[in-house]
């Protein structure tokens, strides 16, 4: 039987992750609002190339990014480069503001991918009439900011969502978080029931915020996929030396949050370990790492298709579907191994079939409301002539199935090729759930990269993070082609 009762080190560590959750979203907030508006209204060189590299950080895993400020801190501390600052910065590493700095520089382009999409669908006419009677700080207070708080909002609790279920760089730098209870619940006292009821109490929590915020949005998407076509950019005179500075700011974040922790394994690796890719990372790996990315992204679009035709469409299915999102994803490792880790399931169990309905339940509710996004963006008078031109068509098959054909799946195409992008890169970069339910002698490289980490090879790690991010791009560049050529077409 489980406690109900938090004990007084759960009840810290759920203090400790709410603390951290609500700092990181709110940075990550401030800085995504002033790299979208800056980028979307100064004229600054390179703004459309660095809405770009502002997403990088992303393809790196949380925890490598702690690694790499890590040995950056202990580099300087060995040469004595940081003076009686030395053990201070090691310290402050390993201290809630440390692990809150290293959280934002990871997730802030959640938010700011979200908040630049809002500004960007702003009416153009509006900003423009705005500039002329009004100065630019009142256009940003009266028209900017109420035009992008939903998305705003939304930014913020999928941040919190994200940091909370963190578990990596908490464990890394030796903070007790509640993910942390959660899996030694699991693993040293097998308390699994227990385990499961803690994992509960953040979906309640997240849950409660989502209620509220749907109440507050009502039937509006809560972000926005497609953006406005603009003839010309937003811009909005500024002094130059304002533009200069507001420049190098941006240049500033990109190289604290991607530059740095690439650089770092990358030097590290050239100047110390010289280590040959062939060893660094085997053929294997990256071929499991692609090969599971590729089925499971897909087996997840079909899955979120139908959970979002017959649950995801109605307010309380939204409401449901949308708190799971806050489940760790340590408990759905914790789940399926105490309910598949039986004989009879040895079948699935010893597969990376197991490791594809994983996926596709924890990948779900964020594909769902893309497709629910997307929708509420199309004209509804398509549909109306689908209904009028196809009436009885759920009696006949061929009519349905050309419905779908010449009107649904054009207009779902777009949604669906980005929540495969989304999909692929989630699954590769996923490492909770894929180092506890993955098969014997089944590897992808975030796995590799962990179990490396732990055991103390750093000099393999640099060689493979360049892998992890060559197969993260992947998507995106196809996507990008994707968009490209059905612009062209439109043309």
Same mark, same amino acid.
């Given at each position: 039987?489980?406690?109900?009762?938090?004990?007084?080190?759960?009840?810290?560590?759920?203090?400790?992750?709410?603390?951290?959750?609500?700092?990181?979203?709110?940075?990550?907030?401030?800085?995504?609002?002033?790299?979208?508006?800056?980028?979307?209204?100064?004229?600054?060189?390179?703004?459309?190339?660095?809405?770009?590299?502002?997403?990088?950080?992303?393809?790196?895993?949380?925890?490598?990014?702690?690694?790499?400020?890590?040995?950056?801190?202990?580099?300087?501390?060995?040469?004595?480069?940081?003076?009686?600052?030395?053990?201070?910065?090691?310290?402050?590493?390993?201290?809630?503001?440390?692990?809150?700095? /290293?959280?934002?520089?990871?997730?802030?382009?959640?938010?700011?991918?979200?908040?630049?999409?809002?500004?960007?669908?702003?009416?153009?006419?509006?900003?423009?009439?705005?500039?002329?009677?009004?100065?630019?700080?009142?256009?940003?207070?009266?028209?900017?900011?109420?035009?992008?708080?939903?998305?705003?909002?939304?930014?913020?609790?999928?941040?919190?969502?994200?940091?909370?279920?963190?578990?990596?760089?908490?464990?890394?730098?030796?903070?007790?978080?509640?993910?942390?209870? /959660?899996?030694?619940?699991?693993?040293? &006292?097998?308390?699994?029931?227990?385990?499961?009821?803690?994992?509960?109490?953040?979906?309640?929590?997240?849950?409660?915020?989502?209620?509220?915020?749907?109440?507050?949005?009502?039937?509006?998407?809560?972000?926005?996929?497609?953006?406005?076509?603009?003839?010309?950019?937003?811009?909005?005179?500024?002094?130059?030396?304002?533009?200069?500075?507001?420049?190098?700011?941006?240049?500033?974040?990109?190289?604290?949050?991607?530059?740095?922790?690439?650089?770092?394994?990358?030097?590290?690796?050239?100047?110390?370990?010289?280590?040959?890719?062939?060893?660094?990372?085997?053929?294997?790996?990256?071929?499991?790492?692609?090969?599971?990315?590729?089925?499971?992204?897909?087996?997840?679009?079909?899955?979120? &298709?139908?959970?979002?035709?017959?649950?995801?469409?109605?307010?309380?299915?939204?409401?449901?579907?949308?708190?799971?999102?806050?489940?760790?994803? /340590?408990?759905?490792?914790?789940?399926?191994?105490?309910?598949?880790?039986?004989?009879?399931?040895?079948?699935?169990?010893?597969?990376?079939?197991?490791?594809?309905?994983?996926?596709?339940?924890?990948?779900?509710?964020?594909?769902?409301?893309?497709?629910?996004?997307?929708?509420?963006?199309?004209?509804?008078?398509?549909?109306?002539?689908?209904?009028?031109?196809?009436?009885?068509?759920?009696?006949?098959?061929?009519?349905?199935?050309?419905?779908?054909?010449?009107?649904?799946?054009?207009?779902?195409?777009?949604?669906?090729?980005?929540?495969?992008?989304?999909?692929?890169?989630?699954?590769? &970069?996923?490492?909770?759930?894929?180092?506890?339910?993955?098969?014997?002698?089944?590897? &992808?490289?975030?796995?590799?990269?962990?179990?490396? =980490?732990?055991?103390?090879?750093?000099? =393999?790690?640099?060689?493979?993070?360049?892998?992890?991010?060559?197969?993260?791009?992947?998507?995106?560049?196809?996507?990008?082609?994707?968009?490209?050529?059905?612009?062209?077409?439109?043309?």
């Amino acid at each position: 039987m489980f406690n109900l009762l938090l004990t007084n080190i759960e009840m810290s560590a759920l203090i400790n992750s709410s603390i951290i959750s609500l700092a990181v979203s709110f940075f990550s907030l401030s800085i995504s609002l002033f790299l979208a508006i800056s980028l979307s209204f100064v004229r600054i060189p390179g703004r459309r190339l660095f809405s770009f590299l502002l997403l990088i950080p992303l393809l790196i895993p949380p925890y490598l990014h702690a690694f790499s400020w890590m040995h950056l801190v202990m580099f300087l501390r060995d040469y004595k480069l940081l003076g009686p600052l030395s053990n201070f910065g090691i310290d402050l590493l390993n201290s809630i503001p440390g692990i809150i700095a /290293i959280l934002t520089l990871a997730y802030f382009p959640i938010s700011f991918f979200i908040i630049r999409q809002a500004v960007k669908n702003i009416p153009q006419e509006l900003i423009d009439a705005a500039i002329q009677v009004a100065k630019p700080a009142k256009v940003l207070k009266r028209i900017v900011i109420p035009a992008i708080l939903p998305a705003s909002l939304t930014a913020a609790l999928l941040t919190f969502i994200f940091t909370f279920i963190t578990f990596d760089v908490p464990a890394f730098l030796g903070k007790n978080v509640f993910i942390t209870q /959660i899996f030694k619940s699991f693993t040293f &006292t097998g308390e699994v029931p227990q385990a499961l009821y803690l994992s509960i109490i953040p979906v309640f929590i997240v849950g409660a915020i989502w209620v509220i915020l749907l109440f507050l949005v009502g039937e509006k998407p809560l972000f926005s996929l497609s953006s406005r076509q603009k003839n010309t950019p937003f811009a909005i005179r500024q002094p130059l030396p304002l533009t200069v500075f507001i420049f190098f700011l941006i240049a500033f974040i990109f190289f604290l949050s991607t530059l740095l922790p690439l650089g770092v394994l990358q030097i590290k690796n050239l100047l110390y370990e010289k280590v040959p890719f062939s060893t660094a990372s085997s053929l294997g790996v990256i071929t499991n790492t692609l090969s599971i990315s590729l089925v499971s992204s897909v087996c997840i679009i079909l899955f979120s &298709t139908f959970v979002y035709f017959i649950f995801y469409r109605k307010r309380l299915g939204r409401i449901f579907f949308l708190s799971l999102l806050a489940l760790p994803p /340590i408990t759905y490792g914790i789940l399926f191994i105490y309910l598949f880790n039986r004989p009879s399931f040895n079948s699935i169990y010893s597969t990376p079939l197991l490791l594809i309905i994983a996926y596709c339940l924890r990948f779900a509710p964020l594909v769902c409301e893309l497709l629910f996004t997307h929708r509420q963006q199309i004209n509804p008078q398509y549909f109306e002539s689908a209904r009028l031109v196809y009436a009885q068509s759920w009696r006949k098959p061929r009519q349905t199935w050309r419905m779908l054909q010449m009107i649904v799946l054009p207009l779902y195409l777009p949604v669906l090729f980005l929540a495969w992008m989304f999909s692929f890169w989630l699954v590769a &970069t996923e490492l909770p759930i894929t180092l506890l339910v993955q098969p014997p002698g089944f590897q &992808t490289i975030i796995t590799r990269l962990f179990i490396v =980490l732990h055991y103390g090879a750093e000099e =393999l790690m640099s060689l493979m993070t360049l892998a992890l991010l060559s197969i993260s791009l992947f998507p995106i560049l196809t996507v990008y082609f994707f968009f490209r050529i059905d612009k062209k077409n439109d043309q």
